[in-house]
């Protein structure tokens, strides 16, 4: 079992199942419930996998070089940075003996935008994610019907 499946399958039998003991009497129907719960939300996370894994086929398809290239771009300048402030400069004050001037100025940079850094690459790694167990959560939906 995958981890998505893993965190729905804990949300049913955790607090949410919890919930459904204290407020429904009949055993059947407690049961019928958290079932139809589990369903729901496979289905809706199914659907959800299958609309982004749309709009990212459909940006890679894409005839504009920018829309089918900004993703990877977008990571390999992130990494790039992470490069030259973890290795790049720790290697050059290294070989020289001493801290060379670097002095970066992430305070003067508005606090929105490190929101939107964060939630740009949530989304990029999320989308990729989703992008790749979405055959998962469908075959697992199908066994399921």
Do not use: C
Not at 14 to 38: F, M
Not at 56 to 72: F, G
């Amino acid at each position: 079992m995958f981890p998505l499946l893993s965190v729905i399958s804990l949300l049913v039998k955790g607090p949410l199942s919890s919930i459904i003991d204290a407020y429904v009497a009949d055993v059947e129907l407690r049961r019928k419930l958290k079932a139809d719960l589990e369903t729901s939300l496979l289905d809706h996370l199914s659907k959800s996998g299958e609309l982004q894994q749309n709009i990212i086929t459909t940006e890679i398809k894409s005839d504009n070089w920018l829309a089918s290239s900004w993703r990877p771009i977008l990571m390999l300048v992130l990494m790039g940075f992470l490069v030259l402030v973890g290795l790049v400069i720790p290697g050059l004050d290294w070989m020289l003996g001493h801290a060379i001037p670097y002095h970066p100025r992430w305070n003067d940079l508005p606090v929105g935008f490190w929101d939107f850094l964060s939630v740009g690459v949530g989304g990029y790694i999320g989308g990729r994610s989703l992008e790749k167990i979405s055959g998962q959560v469908f075959g697992a939906v199908a066994k399921r019907t």
